[in-house]
């Protein structure tokens, strides 16, 4: 792959890029052809982004690049003035950001967006500039793009958004393209669409480097492979190499760390099993405790009592409530012009103990409103949550407020969700706090609990900012369980992660689930780990529950035609491979 | 995208940690409005550090003299020692700066506080109220607190702090009812804390950035407003060493002896450009920096 191509609209050798003292890339060569797709896969800090950027004079103060060559079309990408870098980037190179809505300026309609592009380095004047835009509009999948072009980015869907970003990368007819994760933040069938529109525009000539840290989304578009960790080439190959005989160790770590169909029941990571223990809290409120201490003593059973329906205990509560029950949700929010936005009609599900219930939608779908519910942080309009067979939505926030310490959260962001002047002692102590652990005991209990999400004391004085995602998720997760909870909901709990930090997260969610029997009701838009995680599986579209079941009989005999969309949406690399 | 720059041939700029360390540090401006602040404290705490002489007590006889080695600023009217009187002035300007700040800043925290978390009929009533007095020019409220209250220096300090409470309590307000839709105040509830602490120990705290900003520059604000009234006759009485009332009863002498008029403007316009640099320096080098984290 090293061989001098004449041919190629991009050539890079030996490129390197450091930071100050910091090496973000050595080494990397490719080549860029008209029509063909290079993409660059790796996990965050690999040094993808920062490459693809080099191509465009973009990366950023402080940095020194090296290459023997860095060459695109006919410049040296070398010795540019940023002049002449200005000239080269949108005419001669686009680029796809992740994020529309932050990369389109909210205070633009796309129409001009795509316009500013296109005139800048065309010099149209507005009139025929405007008949072009809504043509490129309507080439990247718009449908009436004179009605479209006049709006502003927050008015569209993510969907548009994105084909409107690309229109604009586009608009001045560059031959190479950089995408840089051009789907990450968006639904698998938006997803699904994108990548079609990339491909269709490889077809039609352009060259196209892919960002991403998905092996899967690649294998779809791309002809050459190259994965990428800590700045070094770890391997390089056509599709079928890598993703079907991986040489590496570090990418079948990456493919198994991919959960799907396959995966279920199988551990992701190639960490041990943590060892999780229920603590033992003094001075908690008895009374409030009396159901869990008698549960606890039985725990091993009854995962087996449920299951077989027998209800013969000498429990407290009846064996054979699910531990979470939502009946007939409905919610509703005030919309413009008095109108309401229903985004719950009449949804129930049944999360049975010790098990997963996993919720997928797309963003809109009403999932979260459910968690919301759920979690009794939003009253549902009518129908009710049920905790343990017993009142739990309907309660009064103080009466609810005895009962929090059984249902836990973890969201999707965790530096959100902690106090910003908090670090982690603080926000492990009060979790504690709240079910009674004195002020002395919490710092031994709260390391305790770090050490069974596999983290240890020398975290207790972290700041959240000084940690990595996957060590935030980890807090995250020792906050929930220093209530000893019976429930887990997590929402969108590994979508902000890397994929080998996911699969280290869902086997600790995986772990802890199978030692202390917690039941999770598992919110996703990710089908792949919702198959891996849940035994149920409820699929929810415009805030109904279309189909609902044994996770195993949904995910292979779909009834519903939007579950059958989704599911063949997913990209997966086990698809076959065309010849290129 | 045009917004990011690289120059991978330009020098090297300084890495983030740098560029904000340099950012705070100190400026030879902000070093010496602290310089200043510190002599006016000192000045205001034992002013017989600077002058031995008596700042009620003149000599008729030395009336309108000029700066020499027994006066240095000179003598006003009344043949007062001018330097004596301003340094002996400097407690009334800084107290009513920082008392009527503070003054602010609290009501304006408990006002903002009770508004923004408790919502409904109580948020309604504060906002209106609040509404209405900013409708009114800040004069005239201080007009108001002194015809109830009557003259003198603690009527000038309410008269002044109330001004401040209702644009402090906006800030608090609208602080307040972004972070109790945040995320760590949703995830707080659902642990199972207290109202109580969630208000006192995550709601406050990460509310009060921009009311504190609000309350440094306001002391700088305050003392010109209170030296305003005092020249008014609605402040400090006559023989007290108050800058704004020296001033104002200097001007009749504008022409013979105008440094009776000029030295306290001078004092004033010096402490308030101190005070406010300072108090910004502060205010970015620990508050703001905490905030963001």
Redesign the interface.
Same mark, same amino acid.
């Given at each position: 792959m090293t061989v001098e191509n004449p041919e190629a609209l991009v050539s890079v050798r030996d490129l390197t890029i450091n930071f100050g003292p910091h090496t973000a890339v050595t080494g990397l060569s490719f080549d860029l052809a008209p029509g063909r797709c290079v993409a660059l896969v790796g996990e965050s800090g690999s040094g993808k982004s920062v490459s693809a950027r080099a191509l465009l004079g973009l990366v950023g103060p402080g940095s020194r690049v090296e290459a023997s060559e860095l060459r695109l079309g006919t410049h040296d990408l070398r010795t540019l003035t940023p002049a002449q870098w200005r000239g080269v980037r949108g005419r001669e190179v686009g680029l796809v950001l992740q994020d529309a809505l932050v990369s389109l300026d909210p205070l633009n309609t796309i129409g001009s967006e795509v316009a500013e592009s296109l005139r800048l380095h065309t010099g149209l004047a507005k009139k025929p500039a405007a008949e072009i835009v809504h043509a490129l509009l309507r080439r990247v999948g718009i449908r009436d793009p004179e009605e479209r072009a006049a709006q502003y980015p927050h008015q569209l869907s993510g969907g548009l958004r994105q084909r409107a970003l690309i229109a604009s990368a586009v608009a001045a007819g560059p031959r190479v393209l950089i995408a840089d994760e051009p789907t990450t933040a968006l639904d698998v069938t938006v997803q699904a669409q994108v990548l079609e529109l990339l491909a269709e525009l490889k077809r039609e000539g352009t060259a196209l480097l892919l960002v991403s840290h998905d092996l899967a989304v690649v294998s779809e578009l791309a002809d050459e492979i190259i994965v990428l960790r800590a700045g070094a080439v770890i391997e390089r190959g056509t599709p079928a190499q890598i993703l079907h005989n991986p040489r590496a160790d570090y990418t079948r770590q990456l493919l198994d760390a991919v959960p799907s169909a396959h995966t279920r029941g199988e551990r992701l990571s190639p960490l041990p099993p943590a060892v999780f223990t229920r603590p033992r809290v003094a001075g908690q409120d008895e009374a409030a405790r009396v159901g869990d201490s008698a549960r606890l003593g039985t725990v091993p059973a009854r995962s087996e009592l449920t299951e077989s329906g027998s209800s013969e205990s000498g429990l407290t509560v009846a064996p054979t409530a699910p531990i979470l029950e939502a009946r007939n949700l409905v919610k509703s929010y005030p919309a413009s012009r008095g109108r309401r936005t229903t985004v719950l009609h009449d949804v129930s599900f049944t999360l049975e103990r010790g098990k997963t219930l996993g919720i997928v939608g797309e963003s809109g779908s009403g999932k979260s409103t459910a968690a919301a519910i759920a979690l009794g942080l939003t009253p549902a309009d009518s129908g009710e949550v049920l905790l343990d067979g017993e009142a739990w939505s309907s309660l009064r926030e103080r009466e609810r407020r005895a009962r929090r310490h059984r249902i836990q959260t973890i969201s999707q962001d965790p530096l959100g969700s902690f106090d910003p002047r908090s670090n982690v002692r603080t926000l492990l102590g009060e979790a504690l706090s709240t079910v009674g652990v004195p002020r002395g005991a919490r710092d031994d209990a709260a390391t305790a609990l770090l050490e069974q999400v596999g983290l240890s004391a020398i975290h207790l004085g972290r700041h959240p900012l000084e940690l990595s995602g996957g060590q935030r998720q980890r807090i995250a997760i020792a906050q929930a369980l220093a209530t000893n909870p019976e429930i887990i909901v997590c929402d969108e709990p590994v979508s902000a992660l890397d994929v080998s930090i996911q699969a280290q997260v869902l086997d600790l969610l995986r772990d802890l689930q199978d030692q202390l029997h917690v039941s999770l009701l598992f919110i996703s838009h990710d089908l792949g780990v919702v198959r891996h995680v849940a035994h149920d599986v409820a699929v929810m579209q415009h805030g109904r529950i279309v189909e609902f079941g044994e996770t195993g009989e949904v995910f292979d005999h779909p009834r519903h035609p939007y579950t059958r969309d989704l599911i063949a949406a997913i990209p997966t690399i086990s698809a076959p491979l065309p010849a290129i | 995208? +045009?917004l990011?720059?690289?120059?991978?041939?330009g020098p &090297?700029?300084? &890495? *983030?940690s740098e560029r904000v360390r340099s950012a705070h540090a100190l400026h030879p401006g902000v070093a010496l409005s602290a310089l200043v602040v510190l002599l006016l404290l000192v000045a205001a705490i034992w002013p017989g550090i600077f002058t031995g002489q008596d700042p009620i007590e003149g000599n008729p006889a030395d009336a309108f003299a000029g700066s020499s080695a027994a006066h240095i600023l000179g003598t006003d009217q009344l043949g007062r020692d001018l330097f004596s009187r301003i340094i002996h002035g400097t407690i009334y300007s800084l107290s009513l700066g920082v008392g009527a700040s503070l003054i602010g800043l609290i009501g304006g925290i408990i006002l903002g506080v009770l508004a923004g978390y408790s919502r409904g009929i109580w948020d309604r009533v504060i906002t209106r109220a609040l509404d209405v007095l900013l409708a009114f020019p800040e004069v005239l409220v201080a007009l108001l607190t002194i015809t109830i209250l009557g003259p003198g220096q603690w009527s000038l300090l309410w008269a002044v702090g109330l001004g401040r409470i209702p644009g402090a309590a906006r800030l608090v307000r609208t602080q307040v009812l972004q972070i109790r839709g +945040? =995320?760590?105040i *949703?995830? =707080?509830?659902?642990? =199972? !804390? $207290?109202p109580a602490r969630l208000v006192l120990?995550?709601v406050v &705290?990460?509310s009060l950035g921009p009311v504190l900003v609000h309350a440094v520059i306001g002391v700088g604000v305050c003392i010109i407003f209170g030296a305003a009234l005092s020249f008014l006759g609605l402040g400090a009485v006559p023989p007290t060493p108050e800058w704004g009332l020296m001033l104002s009863e200097a001007r009749q002498y504008l022409s013979i002896a105008p440094w009776i008029a000029i030295w306290p403007g001078v004092f004033i316009t010096l402490t308030v450009i101190s005070v406010t640099v300072t108090g910004r320096w502060l205010q970015q080098r620990f508050i703001s920096k *905490? $905030?963001s !984290?």
């Open positions: - | 995208m +045009s990011l720059r690289a120059r991978p041939d &090297p700029r300084l &890495p *983030r +945040s =995320g760590f *949703r995830s =707080g509830i659902a642990l =199972g !804390l $207290s120990r995550h &705290p990460n *905490r $905030s !984290l």
